[in-house]
């Protein structure tokens, strides 16, 4: 299921990317493969691995509408920052190809509308406003009905691509500080569930294991909604990588064994600074690691930073409905009048984290200008 040398299907065919940024030396992607997919446009349509439903069902849904999309993207059945940005994307381009147009006019000002609808679906992962704001530069300089759709989706198919090659370089940048025989603790899920191609964190392990390093992983389940358990646990092991799952509480205890190499996290949004909201109990994994002297690495696309907020204060932080904490599995475990405190993501200080990886370098958030020079340099 997992090779680094693979044949190109349909969305991946004929991509060239810009590989070496530095040098512009231009070379021909050779994809980890992976046998699911998060995200596609098919026939006028977005089809959907349902991430509510596993891991006990591989279920595929298809969205015809910009608000199917919205839900989708509100009830985590699509989640992860830059699958969130890539599926608020393809949402517009179903805005596009689904509403009646009685006038370009009257087309653009429901585009619009269904933009902001989709843009106030989940507040934390920067990838949803990018991506966004990307689809709005090209739906202004579109006139024709013919043209909003077009254009609306082939940008769309564009991010979706990007955030592929994006992923298979931080893979390769991630991979050379993973060793043979190195265990990886890694929490939430910030692999191919979570984005367009093969993941952030997740893409580092894939790409070692390509390489033929030998990693175990360890995945913390991630309460409240176990995105550790159900997708990290499920896509890793379907992929053939050694993982064991432990409660959130178990983390320290398992690093005071000191069998864990390095541990390594996705992001929801980074600060200019490099403050990181990452997914509820990355703030106190990063803590432990700290105590433990053990490398604490962030790994994300460029399009996860957001330089308007200087530090972590800046992100606003989603708070999700009491009934995710009272429920476990459908079952009541906390009495109906209990208050509830649900934020779905922490900040970790960027002197927690011992360097950020991005699809361009491999970063030191203790240098602020190292941030700032990876925006400046082509
Ligand atoms: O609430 P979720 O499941 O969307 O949260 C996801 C995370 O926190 C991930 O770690 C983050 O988005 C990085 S995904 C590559």
Redesign the pocket.
Known sequence: MLSEQVESTSLESNVTVIANRRTRKTETMNYVSLDFRTIEWVDGKVRILDQTRLPEKTEYRDLTRAEEMAEAIRC?AV????LIGVAGAYGVALSAHSRKASSPERLKVDITKDIRMLGATRPT?VNLFWALDRMSDVLESADSVGEMRETLLSEAISIHLEDREKCEMIGRNGATLINDGFTILTH???GAL??GGI??ALAAIYVASAQNKRVKVFASETRPLL?GARLTAWELSRNNIDVTLLVDGARGHLLTKGKVDCII????RIAANGDTA??IGTYPLSVLAQKHNIPFYVAAPLSTFDLTAPAGEAIPIEERESKEVLFFGGTRIGPDNAKVFNP??DITPHGNISCIITEKHILHPLLEESIEDCFRTP
């Open positions: 985590l989640r992860g920052a830059p992962a939430c899920n910030a979570a984005t993941g952030t995105q996290v996705g992001a929801d990452n997914k779905a993501f």
